[in-house]
C-alpha cells in the first residue's frame, strides 16, 4: 500500500510554470506506475500524464503534450509534473495516483491509490 501527498499547487499567470510534487510513503515506490489527473468545478476528472513503474513509458494527454513533464526520483519516492506555459484552462485540482506495475492508464477507474489533491489556478 501507499498514500500519497501532493504540493506545489498555487496562483499563477498564464504562461507562467509550475512543478507539483506527489511523495510517497510505503515501501517499492519504484514498482508503482504513477499518473497525474485533474479536475475543474463541474467536470469529469481527466487524465493529464502517467509515468510507468519501469519508467520505460509516459503518455501525456493532447491538451498538455509538450508543456507538462512527468519525472520520478525512486530514490526520494517523488514524482513531479513540471508545467510550463500554463494556460487558464489549466485551472484544476491536480491529483496524483498510484498503481503497482501495470502501465499508465488514462481511466481515473484503473488507479488504486490518491492524493488528496492540490489547487492549481492560472490567471489570465
Known amino acids: 500500500q501507499v498514500h500519497l501527498v501532493e504540493s506545489g499547487g498555487g496562483l499563477v499567470q498564464a504562461g507562467g510554470s509550475l512543478r507539483l510534487s506527489c511523495a510517497a510513503s510505503g515501501r517499492s515506490f519504484d514498482t508503482y506506475s504513477m499518473a497525474w489527473f485533474r479536475q475543474a468545478p463541474g467536470k469529469e476528472r481527466e487524465f493529464v500524464g502517467g509515468m510507468s513503474w519501469s519508467g520505460g513509458r509516459t503518455n501525456y494527454a493532447d491538451s498538455v503534450k509538450g508543456r507538462f513533464t512527468i519525472s520520478r526520483d525512486n530514490a526520494k519516492n517523488t514524482v513531479y509534473l513540471q508545467m510550463n506555459n500554463l494556460k487558464p484552462e489549466d485551472t484544476a485540482v491536480y491529483y496524483c495516483?498510484?498503481?503497482?506495475?501495470?502501465?499508465?492508464?488514462?481511466?481515473?477507474?484503473?488507479?488504486?491509490?490518491w492524493g488528496q489533491g492540490t489547487q492549481v489556478t492560472v490567471s489570465s
Open positions: 495516483a498510484a498503481r503497482q506495475y501495470g502501465t499508465s492508464g488514462t481511466n481515473w477507474h484503473y488507479w488504486d491509490y
